[in-house]
């Protein structure tokens, strides 16, 4: 089953605004990251939030997490065109005894000038 | 620099000729991975391995296989191709931090394109 779930699909903003994404999973898990990939390239890390941390910050990114609704979210504020990329979460899950790292299937963002 | 390579970054084959895909860090990383990427299906985790002569299966591992026999290596077998393998492959790295709380932050390689017919 699919552990990391991105909404939306796709978010199509313009320069100036600010980007959210959410994602959800199903099982306990130890840490929560968020990569963001531009097009056909290798996957970038952004941000990691462990199981006990609800908020974390890195320059124009705010991470959430939520452990009682299984849920994290991605913000990205006052956007710029070089953000247009796809970004995913992942999901270190507890029951897998910190091996596994699931992704969601991610959110395309665009962002117009 | 710090970083994961991995060659070749593209190749065409055909069903059933064996390939090896290569992957090789740099940061004395324990732990490695191998990822399959399809459109609308995301990234699926193929084998890990922790630490060497320390493998393990993903998601999706049939039809591929691993060795890891140095710890900066973690190559990817396809001993018997098929069309379904068609897909871009990447190989990732990340240190192991305690024992437990992980998998950490991963660094990814630039990707392979395979395509089988």
């Known amino acids: 089953s699919q552990q990391g779930e991105e909404d939306p699909q796709a978010l199509s903003i313009q320069e100036g605004e600010n980007a959210t994404m959410n994602c959800s999973y199903k099982?306990?898990?130890?840490?929560l990251q968020w990569y963001r990939q531009n097009s056909g390239r290798g996957l970038v890390h952004l941000i990691l939030?462990?199981?006990?941390?609800r908020e974390k910050h890195s320059g124009r990114l705010r991470v959430t997490l939520d452990t009682s609704k299984k849920s994290s979210s991605l913000l990205i504020t006052a956007s710029r065109a070089a953000d247009t990329a796809s970004y995913f979460c992942a999901t270190a899950s507890r029951e897998t005894s910190g091996s596994r790292l699931t992704f969601g299937e991610g959110t395309q963002l665009t962002v117009n000038p | 620099e710090a970083q994961v390579t991995q060659n070749p970054r593209y190749l065409i084959t055909v069903t059933g000729k064996k390939l090896t895909v290569t992957c090789s860090q740099n940061m004395n990383h324990e732990y490695m991975s191998w990822y399959r990427q399809d459109p609308g299906l995301g990234l699926r985790q193929i084998y890990y391995?922790?630490?060497?002569?320390?493998?393990d299966k993903g998601d999706v591992p049939e039809g591929y296989k691993v060795s890891r026999k140095e710890k900066r290596n973690f190559p990817l077998i396809l001993e018997s191709p098929s069309p379904n393998q068609t897909s871009l492959y990447f190989c990732?790295?990340?240190?192991?931090?305690?024992?437990?709380?992980?998998?950490?932050?991963?660094?990814f390689g630039p990707g392979t394109r395979l395509t089988v017919t």
């Open positions: 391995s922790m630490n060497v002569e320390v493998t």
């Open positions: 099982t306990s898990i130890n840490n």
């Open positions: 939030i462990r199981s006990n941390e």
């Open positions: 990732a790295s990340s240190p192991i931090i305690g024992l437990a709380g992980g998998p950490y932050e991963q660094y």
